[in-house]
């Protein structure tokens, strides 16, 4: 990779000379919006070929949550279970969980459970905080509810309870939580700066992320659901992003906390190994856990064609960041990180300031896109 410091210095970090394309584009952008922060990272069949960063508000070493980009992370801590035969995806959850088959939930499969279908986006009453920043509470009433829908009838995102739900799966697999499993298992052996709980010592790099500024004439509809308000376990009393409890706790469903290159670097590690070193996974676990679930209509979101895979997303429509084996996961406030096995990019983007109204900002989807066409020539 080539220094970008002599472009224009709007842009800085490394690119491969054949995304020159790229950061001419990405230059442009930085100039058009004085107030434009992100950090920006990609990994080609496991080397670095683009980490640049630009703006007033992050630099290299920032830190920020990049909220539901850390699904990410449940995804690939699943697939390593599923590599090493402790999970079988079409096992049912009560297999391992035997609480879990209360109130008609005995049939429910782990693919079911890990792709929203098993309609637990939420308890009655709701979940609080101090159940859903707890390695067992929400998954114990959850585990005890009656599902909104018939497991396997629909689905709807599970925005905050696939990673409680899916935490519980991992300790009744394995006895350790998903918080262990990532943290011995996948992030430290591999330098990956992503994590599930800052440590006190990185807490200084932590950049707040700034709100959304809507347009003046903004018509976007409020977020509506077939269940009436969304069923999001979203108390009003704790925010994810800029709560201390939160991002020190991590949870799996949208506080990690890193950089757009640790978030690069784990998805590069899992799927085509990283400089040179085999991947976490085989290509034969990647096909399970990328392989599209579902498709349509989300009854959470009240959005059509939305797609999952295990735990990811899949490219859509709206979110078309690469080809049709591709996945990965977007954040509410703009970020998002994704991986095609078969351009072999893994690739990530987080920013101090979302676009409205929320979702992957539409450059990365972009960006993305235009990486895995560029390196694919």
């Not at 707040?208 to 509506?224: K, R, S, V």
């Not at 983007?349 to 066409?373: Q, Y």
């Amino acid at each position: 990779m080539t220094a970008l410091a002599s472009l224009t210095g709007r842009l800085q970090g490394r690119a491969d000379d054949r995304l020159a394309a790229v950061v001419v584009r990405l230059d442009e952008a930085l100039a058009a919006d004085p107030d434009l922060s992100f950090q920006v990272a990609a990994y080609h069949h496991g080397t670095a070929v683009l980490d640049a960063w630009g703006g007033p508000h992050l630099d290299a070493q920032s830190l920020t949550v990049p909220y539901s980009v850390t699904k990410n992370v449940i995804g690939v801590a699943v697939g390593l279970l599923v590599e090493r035969g402790d999970l079988d995806l079409d096992e049912r959850v009560a297999h391992h969980w035997p609480e879990f088959s209360a109130k008609g939930k005995g049939a429910v499969t782990v693919r079911q459970l890990l792709s929203h279908q098993a309609g637990l986006p939420q308890t009655v009453p709701g979940l609080t905080w101090d159940e859903l920043l707890d390695h067992h509470a929400a998954a114990e009433r959850l585990a005890a509810s009656r599902p909104f829908w018939y497991p396997g009838s629909a689905f709807g995102y599970h925005a905050i309870t696939i990673g409680n739900l899916a935490d519980e799966l991992v300790f009744r697999v394995t006895g350790r939580t998903l918080h262990e499993l990532y943290e011995h298992d996948i992030r430290a052996p591999h330098d990956i700066d992503f994590f599930l709980g800052l440590p006190a010592e990185h807490e200084e790099r932590l950049v707040p992320l700034l709100p959304m500024i809507p347009p003046a004439t903004d018509t976007t509809p409020p977020a509506t659901s077939a269940l009436g308000p969304v069923v999001f376990a979203m108390p009003d009393d704790v925010d994810l992003a800029h709560s201390p409890r939160s991002w020190r706790y991590g949870h799996p469903g949208g506080s990690g906390t890193g950089t757009a290159r640790g978030i690069a670097r784990l998805l590069a590690v899992a799927v085509t190994g990283v400089d040179g070193a085999p991947p976490l996974l085989s290509s034969d676990t990647v096909e399970q856990i990328g392989q599209q679930q579902v498709r349509g209509y989300d009854e959470v979101l009240h959005q059509h064609d939305r797609a999952h895979a295990v735990v990811f997303q899949k490219p859509s429509q709206q979110l078309a960041f690469g080809g049709p084996r591709a996945f990965g996961h977007d954040g509410a406030m703009g970020a998002l990180a994704c991986v095609d096995p078969d351009s072999g990019v893994a690739f990530a983007w987080t920013i101090a300031r979302g676009p409205w109204p929320g979702g992957a900002d539409p450059r990365a989807v972009s960006v993305a896109r235009e990486l895995g066409i560029l390196l694919s020539s």
